[in-house]
């Protein structure tokens, strides 16, 4: 499928949009001015590189990449919604990186490296390459690049970036070029995204002779291939290990490893390449990763990098209630389920980019739009807070980046087929064969399970209008100007509504939202005997300002549970009601709402914790075991085998979760 770009549809309206307004107005500023004010401006470290100068450095080594990509998504908002001071913001932070860059004869830049080690640019002579992030910060500002350009149309950030990729062109690739991967993925797609924006672009491209756009994918493509060759590297880390999914060749690996960050953005690269090339081989290596990351290594809220140390994923199935699942890993889980969906044609990326949007990433915002998670775990002793600014504010960015392009996830087409993927009120014009179809989409979604679609095309025509339906749906119905539409056939996951539409028509798309029980997989240890409340696509949680101290409740074998509007909570949610099994009452609120209101008092949570703490995958799993990780004397051991137990899955068929039948 193609997807319908952010900037062509309008979200005026609903959930969204008063999320959105709030990054708009509130955290796209704080975040700057933070990077700005928190600990020295981060955009000195350009001025100085401009001057000359060398020593001290504002900031992490990848403080670089991240201001690009706040860039990135002030662009994306800007694109949306015009705003003169945001330009002008925009540009001076341009104007300080473009002078930087022009101090090198060879267009490079990386202000940690300039300042600090100038004699080991992209990690040689004794230098590090994961720890400077050179190619992750270049690939950064290619990226923020783009998408300042189609906001824009303005070349200043486009020229920088340009002369930056074409120096790394020339540099590295096949002998007798260098072999430097990213030690963070993230310029993979990011070189496509520049790659596609000259092909498509002829009056752009003839602007830049000097550009050959090809050279840019061959990069992409090279970095996906050379992964796990350490082949003349011996000038900066010749292996960069399972961190950076560096191990071996991305192509043979089965699963979803290392830095849990790197790793998504990695397999979105890996995607974008595949789409481009439309080789098998990356398809498939994109498919098999994906099957043991959503059935084995995700958590119920979509987060995934379940270990502290490193960030990482774990082991299969190694899901403990307190574990990392950073902010930073969800949207990256995001960015891969788009690019899956779109190049699969399949509903059920789309579920998981859902169930991760609106859990795990929207959980790492506070409601005022000022305060963030890093970590989001299903429990908290009550010692986990929202912070301000981290002392590694890698998270922010990568909210903006998501949210302010949302539009650009809703609908989709190929040929005369149209997908709703995501129900967000919000209006578009989908560019199909023969005329454009302009739809509106009204729904209060996802508070309640009803979507009205608006279908305008310039004539009548027909059309196959493709509506996801979503993993957690027990039951629908469709009707179309009125009239019930029986047996409506799903495909791939979507429910299909073919024939003749007329301008004016209107289709209601009626999804069961009921308060659900999920259980996880019983090989999910940590989850066994315990259930998450879940309704339509939010995951729910138990706050102690809501409930007793201590939050730790017992279901009877049928609960009662209650939800309504509660408009004065939360800024307006879907509260949960339902009765403990020692007859007291309990309240659940959604768990991206979590952390707002006052802390619970420490250690208030009781529970098996800090499974996330002990990993060591260094022993291999045979086919027929499994570790599992037991609580024993209020510790976790990691160090306990058993036989794995094929007859407990029966009926699960490779699930991770389902509802729990009542
Ligand atoms: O290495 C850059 C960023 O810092 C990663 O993406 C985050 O996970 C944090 O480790
Ligand atoms: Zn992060």
Known sequence: MKAVGHTQVAIESGFWARRLATIRDVTLWDVFR?????RGDAFANFDRVAA????AHVGFPFFDGLLYETIRGASDLLAVSHDERLDRQLDGYIERIARAQAVDPDGYLNTFTTLLCPDKRWGENGGNLRWQHEVYNAGCLVEAAVHHYQATRKRNLLDVAVRLADHMCGYMGPSPRKNIVPAHPLPEEAFVKLYRLFRDTPDLRKQYPQVAERRYLELARFWIDNRGNHTGRANCLPNLL???????PLLKQREAAGHSVKAGLLYTGLVAVAQETGRRKYYRAAMRIWENAVSRKMHVTGGVGAMHQEEAYGPDYFLPDDAYLETCAGVAMAFWNHRMGLAFGEARFADIFERVLYNNVLGGLSLDGTRFFYQNPLVSKGDLHRWDWHVCPCCPPMILKLLSGLGGYIYAHQREAIFVNHYVESTTTLPLEGDPLSVRQETQYPWEGRVQLGLDPQRARRIALHLRIPDWCPGFTVSVNGAAVEDVPLRRGYAVIQRVFSPGDRVVLDMRMPVMLIEANPYVEAARGRVAIQRGPLVYCLEEVDNEP??????????ALEHSYRPELLGGIVEVRGKALDGKDFRAVPYFTWGNRT?????GQKGPL???QIHDKGIPLSRNQMRVWVRR???WDPSVWVWRRPDILDGWDGLLYRPLAL
């Open 242 to 248: 399972e961190s950076s999914q560096d191990h071996e």
């Open 633 to 635: 004397d209020g510790d």
């Open 550 to 559: 201590g939050v730790d409740i017992t279901l009877p074998e049928r609960p």
């Open 610 to 612: 800090e499974g996330g």
């Open 34 to 38: 933070k990077f700005e004010l928190a």
């Open 599 to 603: 802390p619970a008092s420490p250690c």
């Open 52 to 55: 000359g100068e060398h020593g």
